[in-house]
């Protein structure tokens, strides 16, 4: 084996393809000197007749290997193909003696490759003794484990049922054992943090015993005469505590809000208890709590409150309304009117700043503003009173669901974690403590408001309450929402009773007192009226109630008509105009001061009414000076031929305006200049009385570059355009 080895892989060095190339032919070779042997002992034997088989068979052969290398050499050197078959025969031999004589060489080496063969067999079968030896080991040690696992199971049951028992003897103990450290502190032990302690415990026992008490354990009912003496010398205990605390609060200057966060909070657990334990003793804490309380904030909000009546000054009595007349407003009652701040009657100023300042800011200091000797309209006490009592509500409201809560959840603001019937119960108590507060300040603030004419401090106050009401909501404490909701109630209703007040006075107002002097100036009412009306756009900026803008149409249709009935005071037409035109300018002047949106309808319909009343003006303005061209164009530009028109009539326009027109002008500019105060208006009104002068007189030459057009000379030429313009632009 070893030696054919060495053979095959000393032919794989080189020798490869020559071999095969030899074999193949030898091969062929081979069978060639076998056929012709064969053939000789036919021809030797037989003498002739079988040649012919044996030549077909050679020629077979040769056709079979004629595309071989080594016959088409021989072929193609006209070799004797049996000396040449001989001679690879020998090539042969040769080739196996020498590869006979490498496996003997060979054959130490393979003798030493046996003898590594037979160690690596002694090796193995060691190795295989040591593994068995191994595994049958194993197998011990496994068995030992699975023991080892079955003993752990047993014990980790045993150790859990003994666990479980220990909780349950644990849970009894703790809940039928009374220590005496329990009972002294209980007893003897003043009520502080380690009271508040050993009272969860007894609590906690309690309840335990409680939920026993189905099972028939002796154990509970030898304890429970025990735990009942606790209760009862607990309850009287935390009683006393807490009407002591809540006496505290009836002492002067005290701060109360500090009082429940550091003392009353602190100690809810005893209020719990006694909810719990003794529900009579909890009630009498909570009527308690609220006579106290509540008596001390009604005390605090009077005392307030008639402080603020003694800063408050009056805006507005039941004459200052926009239809009367200033007479109306003097002799027995000019005493009381000095006490009025008559400049912000229809005026807001900086009566928006209760609006537009911070939430936080605006609470008034009584003793403060008496030494400044300060005065305040209503809407900022209305104000400063409101936000006392939205912070003071509202902490009030939270101590009361953290403290009264009628089980052991604490109840945030805002959360609705508590049952209807105990959110119910948490508002109850806070109601009444606060009512009294409450129906004090809606008291005074409809009494105040029934008697009321301001209308402007009405609508801030409207504004306020809807600030306070958003406040609330974002605070998530709707302990107010009654109160804010009833307040709106009042003021609604007087602001728009003073609305109708109002335009009842415009209509009852009696044209010839309000113009004495027949002067076409801007009116005194209207001033009022254009003030009043950005008042109240003001404050229905982001609000668009349609109930103001109803109540502001019907004062502006109202005023109209009176300002026509007023213009009717005038003998001429044009004053009548001037005097509209003044008016409409006035109110114009007023909104477009402001830039908000709610002012855009008032200033469209405004600005279209002065610009209809000043085309009215121009025509009658242009008139008294220029009727003849006036007539003569609107009656030329009626002719369906203008060749009908006589030429004279061209002739006495052109000269009569050639004559009057730079007289005119001047006369023009002095009686706007006189009929208009207002410098901006009257600079407009007489831009537009020129500008249609001039349209009028293009039109006229116009007409006559229609009739004259064949370049016939007149003997009157009218003024040239352009000299007109240049005229007007001095």
Same mark, same amino acid.
């Given at each position: 084996m070893s030696a054919q080895s060495t053979s095959s892989d000393h032919d794989a060095g080189g020798a490869t393809p020559a071999v095969d190339m030899n074999t193949a032919a030898a091969t062929f070779v081979?069978?060639?000197l076998a056929e012709d042997d064969e053939h000789s002992r036919v021809v030797e034997g037989s003498g002739g007749p079988e040649l012919p088989k044996a030549q077909l068979y050679v020629e077979d052969r040769l056709t079979e290997f004629q595309d071989h290398e080594l016959l088409k050499s021989a072929f193609a050197k006209g070799v004797d193909l049996r000396e040449y078959a001989k001679q690879i025969e020998k090539e042969l031999d040769e080739l196996e003696q020498a590869h006979v004589l490498d496996y003997v060489k060979q054959s130490p080496a393979l003798a030493d490759l046996h003898s590594q063969i037979q160690s690596c067999d002694n090796i193995l079968e060691h190795m295989e003794s040591l593994l068995s030896d191994f595994q049958a080991t194993?197998?011990?040690?496994?068995?030992?484990?699975? %023991?080892?696992?079955?003993?752990s199971h047993t014990m980790n049951i045993k150790l859990k049922n003994r666990t479980n028992l220990e909780t349950l003897l644990n849970a009894v103990l703790d809940g039928v054992v009374i220590s005496p450290d329990l009972i002294k502190k209980i007893c003897e032990g003043e009520v502080n943090d380690f009271f508040l302690t050993?009272?969860?415990?007894?609590?906690?026992?309690?309840s335990y015993v409680k939920a026993q008490q189905n099972?028939?354990?002796? +154990?509970?009912?030898?304890?429970?005469?025990?735990?009942?003496?606790?209760?009862l010398k607990a309850t009287e205990k935390i009683r006393e505590f807490l009407l002591r605390k809540i006496e505290s609060l009836r002492a002067p200057n005290t701060n109360i809000a500090m009082i429940q966060q550091s003392v009353l909070l602190k100690y809810k657990d005893l209020y719990w208890f006694l909810l719990e334990r003794y529900a009579d003793a909890a009630g009498e804490i909570r009527v308690n709590y609220v006579n106290t309380v509540g008596g001390y904030y009604l005390m605090c909000f009077d005392k307030y409150l008639k402080s603020m009546q003694r800063l408050q000054t009056?805006?507005?009595d039941k004459f200052d309304l926009i239809g009367y007349e200033e007479s109306v407003k003097k002799g027995l009652f000019s005493g009381k009117l000095a006490l009025k701040d008559k400049t912000n009657v229809f005026t807001l100023g900086d009566r928006l700043q209760v609006l537009t300042n911070p939430p936080d800011t605006g609470i008034i200091l009584p003793h403060i503003a008496e030494d400044r000797n300060l005065r305040f309209p209503f809407e900022a006490i209305f104000k400063s009173i409101n936000r006392l009592l939205m912070d003071n509500a509202s902490s009030e409201y939270i101590f009361d669901i953290e403290f009264f809560a009628p089980s052991r959840v604490v109840h945030k603001p805002g959360v609705a974690n508590a049952p209807g019937s105990e959110l119910m119960y948490?508002? +109850?108590?806070?109601?009444? %403590?606060?009512?009294? %507060?409450?129906k004090l300040l809606a008291a005074s603030n409809k009494q105040y408001v029934d008697a009321s004419f301001d209308a402007v401090g009405i609508l801030l106050c409207i504004r306020l309450n809807m600030q306070n009401i958003m406040i609330q909501q974002k605070r998530c404490v709707p302990c107010l929402e009654n109160y804010m909701n009833a307040t709106n109630m009042v003021l609604w209703p007087r602001f728009q009773a003073i609305m109708d007040m109002h335009i009842e006075s415009v209509k009852k107002a009696i044209p010839g007192?309000?113009?004495?002097?027949?002067?076409?100036?801007?009116?005194?009412? %209207?001033?009022r009226y254009a003030e009043f009306s950005a008042s109240i756009l003001t404050l229905n900026q982001g609000y668009d109630d349609a109930l103001l803008i109803n109540s502001l149409q019907r004062l502006r249709t109202e005023v109209e008509a009176l300002l026509f009935r007023m213009s009717g005071e005038f003998s001429d037409r044009k004053s009548r105009l001037v005097f509209m035109i003044n008016n409409y300018d006035l109110v114009a002047s007023i909104l477009t001061e402001h830039t908000a949106s709610s002012f855009d309808q008032e200033k469209d319909y405004f600005g279209g009414m002065l610009t209809n009343k000043t085309t009215e003006f121009v025509e009658e303005e242009l008139k008294p000076v220029f009727g003849f061209l006036m007539n003569f164009v609107n009656h030329g530009e009626l002719e369906q031929d203008v060749n009908n028109i006589q030429p004279e009539k061209f002739d006495q326009v052109a000269s009569e305006f050639t004559a009057t027109w730079k007289n005119a002008l001047n006369s023009i500019n002095a009686s706007v200049i006189q009929s208009f105060p207002n410098f901006q208006n009257g600079a407009r009104v007489l831009q537009s009385v020129?500008?249609?002068l001039v349209l009028y007189y293009r039109r006229f030459l116009t007409l006559y570059e229609k009739r004259f057009g064949n370049g016939k000379k007149r003997s009157v030429q009218p003024v040239g355009l352009q000299s007109l313009m240049v005229e007007l632009k001095k």
């Open positions: 081979s069978s060639l194993l197998g011990k040690i496994s068995e030992e484990i699975e %023991t080892l696992q079955e003993q050993h009272l969860n415990d007894l609590n906690k026992k309690m099972k028939h354990v002796r +154990a509970f009912k030898d304890v429970g005469p025990e735990l009942e003496r606790l209760r009056v805006i507005a948490l508002q +109850a108590v806070f109601m009444e %403590t606060f009512d009294s %507060t409450l007192k309000l113009l004495p002097t027949k002067d076409v100036h801007p009116h005194y009412l %209207t001033r020129l500008t249609r």
